[in-house]
């Protein structure tokens, strides 16, 4: 980043002081004007190929021969006559504006930049609010500017011109603040002249440690927005993969989504929102009670947090029970105090990947809809391992933290196979799922032989016997007792085959408000009663 200013370039462009030292800016805008300028002499920037050429390399790259680079992303943006507006950029520099000056020709896409930094002046520009860094922020930055720029160039420009705004709000590391680096990012564009606009946000975190580090991968993330904002709103899902282009994991995650406006009529957030974890963006995605995609430190930040685990195919009464009662249970822990935990009900993709190799949309939706009918928050993961999820959970909170599970369950989380990759195996699994206040609520389960067998009768290994007391005697486990009517034999997968063969039992076991949804919408399979 540094040294990109002081004069060393990047693939595909000329060092920009050799550019102002053949032909410096001001004179060429004094001999002529500027659009004149840039048709007799292309900005020093530009491929040597010359710029018919270099469109038609990069159609090619687009129809997905080739990744584009992000100085041809940006430089592919300037040679589009048609694109023009407004970049407003608060926090961790104009990287992604900068992008677009540094290629060359920017005079033809940006109107304007800004960035109020000084609080103040933010708050003069786009009204007061309680965070600077939030999604109110980012959506007050698009209002404004898109408002502005059709204020001041509608009417000359409208009819031939495909306007946006791209505006972030951004938080990085500074030599006063060691804290992770993190933003909100959008983009408001018309994917036609005249048309209404579209609108794409996502957050982003920024791993980086260096604070020039994290503005570049910002610069890059910016102009990889804006590219798939244009040339691939019609493939949302290629967008997505293409957020990480130049990008690793190791500097950047991308943990939201949400597309709205008429060039996303067709598209569920949901499913946008389970391709961040499916493509690796990142390993969770979170959805509130109403079907909404949420950014999951807007949720859980401070926050004590219940989880429940599981397939949810369909979810029965036994499964909402287990989490009833444990929520009962934690609402009386002393340092609770009468506070109401976020309450998860965790999906991971090996459970939607249960059907087949691939996860298919109208099951996962199905699952979505029959847990929103209870008004559950859901959360879809990477996660097969209960202490990666605990890891996971304390980047935003230190609060308390519950987990739900059968005694089957609880049984798997106790081989010590399943941690062979760990230098600490089954000790330092278990050190990462119980740190901090944790606790796992265990509820009974009746085995093969129709014993009910608890959290206090369950046999362990030998090797692991004094390790299991340890986590009783201090209550890292507790039992939940069950209902002396529940019928605690009973698997989804039983319930999902009654209800498939037309069994009218399936009913019994299921909650009344999933039922309905079941039968309305003919979910799972079912095609009625025999």
């Not at 069950?482 to 085959?497: F, R």
Request: glycine content about 8%.
């Amino acid at each position: 980043m540094i040294e990109a200013r002081r004069g060393t370039s990047r693939p595909g462009g000329a060092p920009p002081d050799k550019c102002r030292q053949e032909r410096p800016p001001d004179k060429c805008r004094q001999e002529r004007p500027p659009d004149k300028c840039r048709q007799e002499r292309p900005p020093c920037s530009a491929p040597p190929e010359g710029l018919a050429v270099f469109a038609r390399r990069m159609h090619t790259r687009s129809m997905g021969m080739n990744a584009l680079s992000t100085h041809d992303k940006a430089l592919s943006i300037n040679i589009d006559a048609a694109r023009y507006g407004t970049f407003a950029e608060i926090g961790a520099g104009q990287e992604v504006a900068r992008w677009f000056f540094h290629v060359g020709g920017a005079a033809a896409t940006v109107a304007k930049t800004i960035s109020a930094y000084d609080m103040a002046v933010s708050d003069a520009v786009y009204g007061t609010g309680k965070r600077y860094v939030s999604r109110q922020r980012l959506q007050s930055m698009l209002d404004h500017e898109w408002s502005l720029l059709l204020e001041r160039l509608e009417g000359t420009r409208g009819a031939t011109t495909k306007f946006f705004v791209f505006a972030d709000t951004v938080t990085a590391r500074s030599f006063s603040r060691q804290e992770e680096g993190q933003g909100w990012l959008g983009i408001r564009f018309q994917a036609e002249p005249r048309a209404r606009p579209s609108e794409i946000i996502i957050h982003a975190r920024m791993w980086d440690q260096e604070n020039a580090r994290q503005q570049e991968a910002l610069g890059v993330l910016g102009v990889n927005l804006i590219h798939g904002a244009f040339n691939d709103h019609a493939r949302p899902e290629v967008l997505i993969g293409s957020l990480m282009d130049e990008l690793t994991r190791d500097r950047m995650e991308v943990d939201m989504i949400r597309f709205s406006g008429p060039a996303f009529d067709r598209v569920d957030n949901r499913l946008m929102s389970l391709q961040l974890v499916q493509q690796r963006l990142t390993n969770a995605a979170l959805f509130a009670p109403d079907g909404e995609v949420v950014e999951p430190a807007e949720l859980l930040y401070h926050a004590p947090v219940l989880i429940e685990r599981g397939s949810f195919r369909p979810i029965t009464r036994v499964t909402l029970d287990m989490l009833d009662r444990s929520l009962a249970r934690m609402q009386r822990e002393q340092d609770m105090q009468g506070r109401e935990p976020v309450v998860l009900m965790e999906m991971t993709l090996r459970n939607l990947l249960a059907l087949g190799e691939q996860v298919e949309h109208a099951d996962f939706l199905a699952r979505m809809d029959t847990l929103r009918a209870l008004g559950r928050t859901v959360m879809i993961s990477n996660y097969s391992r209960f202490h990666s999820v605990t890891t996971y959970l304390r980047r935003y909170t230190r609060e308390r933290i519950g987990m739900v599970l059968g005694v089957p369950t609880m049984a798997q989380i106790l081989e010590e196979k399943h941690y062979g990759d760990l230098a600490g195996g089954i000790l330092e699994a278990l050190g990462q799922l119980l740190g901090g206040p944790v606790r796992l609520y265990i509820y009974p389960w009746k085995n093969n032989a129709g014993e009910i067998v608890t959290a206090a009768t369950f046999t362990v290994p030998a090797p692991l016997r004094h390790l299991y007391e340890y986590l009783l005697e201090n209550r890292f486990l507790e039992d939940i007792p069950a209902p002396a009517d529940a019928d605690l034999s009973v698997l989804p997968h039983t319930v999902l085959a009654r209800m498939q063969t037309g069994d009218p039992a399936w009913e019994a076991l299921v909650p009344e408000e999933v039922v309905a949804v079941i039968k309305e919408r003919k979910l799972f399979g079912y095609r009625g009663t025999r």
